[in-house]
């Protein structure tokens, strides 16, 4: 007795049909996760905050994530660094569109390579790890110049937290820090470098600065000095 066989013409039928619903899943899933990648991606890596034994490095990705960097050099094994908002004893690391994260206790004038970790994935610099020298021993006197504050508000007057704020002195390094939940922003300089990290900048009576807001997508810029940074208007 011969086992019956389905008809030619509904094999090849089903067989498009398959090859059909086949191709229509893999791009939907090679579209998710393509889109999911790039939301992740962290964008506009800023190095900030250098000194002889600690960095910061700061970026911005489309949707909320975790955030860490690793740290490491030819004389020290990998080190991780959370985000600088996940203290206190947290359990779990936060998720932001803003992220900055600081290497501390790390060697003078040693050039470090970075990864940055977004939600868990490992991002590089063009396929290679960031590049980041620390400072050569800082000897001196700090500039003894007060600290530079104020407020940050979004366009709908609420509290930008987690904005991110870059100042720069005249002849001085780049800083960074992230407004908190009320709005409050607050960045050192008595022992802002200069451009090259080789000394403390020279303390004036009257120095200007160059302030930066970065929040998604939305950007905020100001100048001022330090007489007119303690608060710097709103």
């Not at 030819?74 to 359990?91: I, N, P, Q, V």
């Not at 992220?99 to 470090?112: E, G, R, V």
């Not at 590089?124 to 940050?152: F, H, M, Q, R, W």
């Not at 709908?156 to 904005?163: D, M, Q, Y």
Request: proline fraction near 4%; hydrophobic fraction near 40%; avoid cysteine.
């Amino acid at each position: 007795m011969q086992t019956p066989k389905i008809p030619t013409l509904l094999a090849l039928i089903l067989l498009v049909v398959f090859i059909g619903v086949f191709i229509f899943a893999f791009e939907h899933i090679s579209r998710t996760s393509t889109s999911a990648g790039a939301s992740i991606q962290p964008l506009n890596v800023t190095v900030t905050n250098v000194t002889d034994s600690s960095f910061s490095l700061t970026w911005e990705t489309a949707d909320a994530a975790t955030g860490l960097i690793e740290v490491f050099s030819s004389r020290e094994k990998a080190e991780a660094f959370y985000d600088d908002r996940d203290t206190g004893g947290k359990s779990k690391p936060g998720t932001f569109t803003t992220h900055s994260a600081t290497a501390i206790n790390i060697l003078a004038n040693t050039t470090y390579d970075v990864k940055i970790l977004s939600n868990g994935k490992m991002f590089l610099d063009n396929g290679k790890s960031y590049k980041v020298t620390t400072a050569s021993t800082i000897t001196g006197t700090p500039s003894g110049l007060e600290p530079a504050y104020g407020t940050i508000m979004t366009s709908a007057n609420l509290p930008a937290e987690g904005a991110l704020v870059f100042l720069s002195l005249d002849g001085g390094q780049l800083l960074s820090t992230l407004v908190n939940a009320s709005g409050n922003w607050l960045i050192p300089l008595n022992h802002t470098l200069t451009t090259d990290l080789s000394r403390y900048v020279t303390a004036q009576t009257r120095i200007t600065e160059l302030i930066r807001v970065d929040l998604n997508n939305q950007e905020a810029n100001a100048v001022t000095d330090t007489l007119n940074d303690a608060p710097v208007p709103t």
